[in-house]
Nanobody
Framework: QVQLVESGGGSAQSGGSLRLSCAAS????????MAWFRQVPGNEREGVGA???????SYADSVKGRFTVSQDNAKDTLYLQMDSLKPEDTAMYYC???????????????????????WGQGTQVTVSS
């Protein structure tokens, strides 16, 4: 059972930065897609950014150019660097993982659009204007 623990959330001013971390453990397969999602109460969960085992990264249009997904495989840790934050980035942020065999990733398949099976508990990000 994959376990995911997020950290790094908090408060920031508009235009500021935060970095989220997601520590993963319990891997039972060699290839995982990893992703960040966010959710505001009353809204559907929204994909933010994702990385597949081959290093391909996909982003939501709303965060392109401002957020960066990265991964430290040696530490089994996923990161989300959030720059130029806006009040509309305020949400609970979740880390997610999915076993990603090669056949799952067609040439046009974005990791962000996959259905993830493992989820962390979330970390709150609040951006004030």
């Amino acid at each position: 059972q994959v376990q995911l623990v997020e950290s790094g959330g908090g408060s920031a001013q508009s235009g500021g930065s935060l970095r989220l971390s997601c520590a993963a453990s319990g891997y039972t397969y060699s290839r995982y897609c990893m992703a960040w999602f966010r959710q505001v109460p009353g809204n559907e969960r929204e994909g933010v950014g994702a990385i597949d085992p081959d290093g391909n990264i996909s982003y939501a249009d709303s965060v392109k150019g401002r957020f960066t997904v990265s991964q430290d495989n040696a530490k089994d840790t996923l990161y989300l660097q959030m720059d130029s934050l806006k009040p509309e980035d305020t949400a609970m942020y979740y880390c997610a993982a999915l076993a990603c065999p090669k056949w799952l990733l067609r040439p046009s398949q974005r990791a962000l659009d996959l259905k993830y099976t493992f989820w962390g508990q979330g970390t709150q990000v609040t951006v004030s204007s």
